[in-house]
């Protein structure tokens, strides 16, 4: 069975710090990966998504970037934090080709201090 | 790119009433319109989906219905429980994105 990973779970970090956010998953291959975030009270905002490896789509400037080194894995960075980044990073992945749902992880709380 | 709109941003209800949740969206080519309900501080969890070649799908208590004329799909809950209470999000799929609404928080009080 298909299970996605994400790491960690909360985080707290000082303005200007870098950060590294991880999500890998297991038991399918080839899968479209996203980067959401939600902010408090808000809806899922859709930060990044990929379509394979090296492939990445952002939907919003900002001050975060993504990367998929493997099939499986993506990465959210950032080289200098801001107070704005807050908030909850869900990454979440569907099957590449197919019109299917998409599953998410447990989220990464973020808070910049 | 996609845009998708989602209304009431919060839904009040008495226990036992229906509830319904409204969205339009406005790439013709989406062609997945899923429903998520996410309960606090846990992740997104799908409930119901529907594809763009079906107009209604129902399971159990929950429905959704599309009109990909008028591009709006919109989802009902009936007899609502104090379980039902969470944030619901409504979202379209075209090519490989998925966008969302954002969001409804739903209160039923009992």
């Known amino acids: 069975s298909q299970t996605i990973h994400q790491w960690p779970a909360t985080l707290v970090q000082p303005v200007g710090s870098p950060l590294s956010l991880e999500c890998t998953v297991e038991g399918t291959s080839n899968p479209n990966l996203y980067w959401y975030r939600q902010a408090a009270g808000r809806g899922l905002q859709l930060l990044f998504y990929s379509v394979g490896i090296g492939q990445i789509s952002s939907e919003v400037p900002q001050n975060l970037s993504a990367s998929r080194p493997q099939d499986r894995q993506f990465i959210l960075s950032s080289k200098k934090l801001l107070l704005s980044d807050s908030g909850f990073y869900l990454c979440?992945?569907?099957?590449?080709?197919?019109?299917?749902?998409?599953?998410f992880g447990q989220g990464t709380r973020l808070t910049v201090v | 790119g996609e845009n998708v709109e989602q209304h009431p941003s919060t839904l009040s209800v008495q226990e036992g009433d229906s509830a319904v949740i409204k969205c339009t969206y406005s790439?013709?080519?989406?062609?997945?319109f899923p429903w998520y309900k996410q309960e606090l501080g846990k992740r997104p969890q799908l409930i119901i989906d529907i594809r763009s070649n079906v107009g209604e799908k129902k399971d159990q208590r929950i429905a959704v219905t599309l009109n990909k004329t008028a591009k709006h799909f919109s989802l009902h809950i009936t007899e609502t429980q104090p379980e039902d209470s969470a944030v619901y999000f409504c979202a379209a799929r075209s090519q490989g994105n998925l966008i969302f609404g954002k969001g409804t928080k739903l209160s039923v009080k009992p």
């Open positions: 979440a992945w569907s099957v590449g080709r197919r019109v299917t749902e998409a599953f």
């Open positions: 790439d013709s080519a989406s062609n997945y």
